[in-house]
């Protein structure tokens, strides 16, 4: 089936720090991918996004990058601040006339000063 | 901007009592979702709607049963709220076909069944 794996967290960087939150995906198909984010007492909002292979998302200073030979989409930012302490969800959806969305369980990121 | 609407934000009610929690959108998209979000932060999708008088369970099991007679509305029902239907539920939105796969979501209602 289709399923996505991300990173457990919690994770817990210093301000400036680089942050990589591994993803890697199992499709049936040709999927499009996401990164989505949740700030604390909110909704998820969309981060960033990449429909191919070798696509590379980015957005705020995060990028990812849609690798096909290891079905993986990690999310990297090269310097991390405290307003990026967030739940990050790393997504799948095979689109079509369903499109439902396949969501990782999400990894806590706290940025400390 | 996208607009996707939730209210209320925060519900504490007794046992046994009957609740709705809405959501509206206004961007006229056909898909809408509920998700049941629990502590560990976990996603399960338990409602969708692909358009008007179209419902489906989703892959959790859920007491809750949803409509949708509008476009833009998209209600969800408990009949009798129960201990165990604490959570945070969040409701989504997206384009019809083959949009990009992008769903917006809503804030967010907290639910506390005493």
């Known amino acids: 089936g289709n399923s996505v794996t991300q990173m457990e967290g919690p994770v817990t960087l210093s301000e400036e720090a680089f942050l990589t939150i591994n993803c890697t995906y199992t499709?049936?198909?040709?999927?499009?991918l996401f990164w989505y984010v949740q700030y604390p007492g909110e909704g998820l909002q969309l981060l960033l996004k990449?429909?191919?292979?070798?696509d590379k998302g980015s957005n705020k200073g995060f990028e990812a990058t849609y690798r096909k030979e290891t079905t993986s989409f990690h999310l990297e930012k090269g310097s991390v601040q405290v307003s990026d302490s967030a739940v990050y969800f790393c997504?799948?959806?095979?689109?079509?006339?369903?499109?439902?969305?396949?969501f990782g369980k999400g990894t806590k990121l706290s940025v400390k000063p | 901007e996208a607009d996707i609407y939730q209210t209320p934000r925060y519900l504490v009610i007794g046992t046994g009592k009957k609740i709705t929690l809405e959501c509206s959108q206004t961007?006229?998209?056909?898909?809408m979702y509920w998700y049941q979000q629990d502590p560990g932060m976990e996603l399960h999708l338990i409602h969708y709607?692909?358009?008007?008088?179209?419902?489906e369970k989703g892959d959790l099991s859920s007491e809750s049963t949803v409509s949708r007679i509008r476009t833009e509305h998209f209600p969800l029902t408990l009949e009798s709220a129960r201990p165990s239907h604490t959570s945070q539920y969040l409701c989504?939105?997206?384009?019809?076909?083959f949009g990009g796969g992008e769903q917006f979501f809503g804030p967010g209602t907290r639910l506390t069944v005493l």
């Open positions: 709607s692909y358009g008007v008088n179209s419902t």
């Open positions: 990449a429909t191919k292979a070798d």
């Open positions: 989504a939105s997206s384009e019809s076909g």
């Open positions: 997504a799948l959806t095979l689109g079509g006339s369903q499109g439902n969305l396949i």
């Open positions: 961007m006229g998209h056909d898909k």
């Open positions: 499709a049936t198909g040709y999927p499009s």
